[in-house]
């Protein structure tokens, strides 16, 4: 299993490329954890060229696990219940919470919900050691309308056979998933599968989550206006310090100033709930135009409104 596996950090990637044990942009300085912002851009840069069909080279780790980018999109509740990196109510309630996973072959230009801003997740096995591993559960090629499903990466009321679980629904391939997909009539992000990429699985996980990849990239100009929809397995609110964010970030190029105003709202509010303080950096996502097309992130001093 990955959990056991991922205790020996030092093995090689696919293609020979080493995992490094503890992420050399975390410094401690006065007390306070200052991530290095151009080295947190240049891993992110690195991760999302990362096209891996697994870790390792192995099929019970999952390439989410040193690869790719896992990022949510965040809006600031207006009652200030809860905070942006924390699970919703919603989600809660549910016991999931929504993520998107960007890599060079699984493009796609628009955020959730067309929001302009949101945080970034560690890939467990590049995170410093003090953070916990969040459960990854299910993907969806596209935006799956998790919240019209009764339960954690189960069926749509309307398609309760095709819907479920892709391996329950007969669907194990990118392949499959796409002629589902592309049955004439109905609602497709309701009727799409999620394929399932829980640790249990073991040597199912990897194939899972890349087919879910190969899917999105085969979708072409479809895929690249809609993102993908990874469900994590809702954590205990109320622990900053703990939680594996990597960078806060907002769609660079806009004329809109509220994306940066809000990120900058988003690392001030995270280090004044840190103790000891951690100062997350502020990066700029580019995204591609076309399914073929590369996202840059790029970290701006300028755009920083906490600094040590």
């Not at 629904?169 to 109905?186: E, F, H, M, Y």
């Not at 194939?207 to 205990?236: F, H, M």
């Amino acid at each position: 299993m990955r959990k056991i596996i991922g205790s020996l950090l030092i093995a090689l990637l696919v293609g020979c490329s080493p995992i490094a044990t503890q992420p050399p942009e975390v410094v401690s300085v006065n007390g306070v954890q200052t991530l290095n912002g151009p080295a947190i851009a240049t891993q992110l840069n690195t991760l999302y060229n990362r096209t891996f069909s697994n870790c390792n080279n192995s099929d019970s780790q999952p390439a989410f696990l040193c690869s790719g980018v896992t990022l949510r999109v965040t809006l600031k509740d207006p009652a200030n219940t809860y905070k942006v990196w924390d699970p919703s109510p919603q989600s809660i309630e549910s016991g999931g919470v929504s993520f998107s996973f960007l890599r060079a072959d699984a493009n796609f230009g628009r955020l959730a919900w067309g929001y302009g801003n949101g945080y970034i997740l560690y890939p467990i096995l590049e995170a410093p050691t003090d953070k916990i591993d969040l459960d990854y559960l299910c993907s969806y090629p596209m935006d799956a309308y998790t919240w019209f499903r009764s339960e954690v990466c189960g069926p749509h009321k309307d398609y309760p056979v095709q819907s479920q679980l892709c391996q329950n629904a007969g669907v194990t391939t990118a392949s499959q998933w796409l002629s589902v997909w592309n049955i004439a009539g109905g609602n497709p992000y309701e009727r799409q599968c999620g394929f399932d990429i829980r640790d249990e699985r073991n040597s199912l996980a990897g194939p899972a989550l890349y087919q879910s990849l190969l899917a999105k990239s085969q979708l072409g100009a479809i895929g690249i206006n809609e993102p993908n929809e990874v469900i994590i397995r809702t954590w205990t609110a109320g622990q900053p310090n703990k939680l594996p964010i990597m960078a806060f970030f907002f769609i660079a190029g806009g004329t809109d100033p509220k994306p940066l105003a809000d990120a900058q709202y988003n690392q001030r509010d995270f280090y004044n709930a840190t103790i000891p303080k951690i100062v997350v950096p502020i990066i700029r996502l580019t995204p591609a135009n076309s399914a073929t097309g590369i996202a840059t992130f790029t970290y701006v001093a300028a755009d920083q409104s906490v600094t040590q």
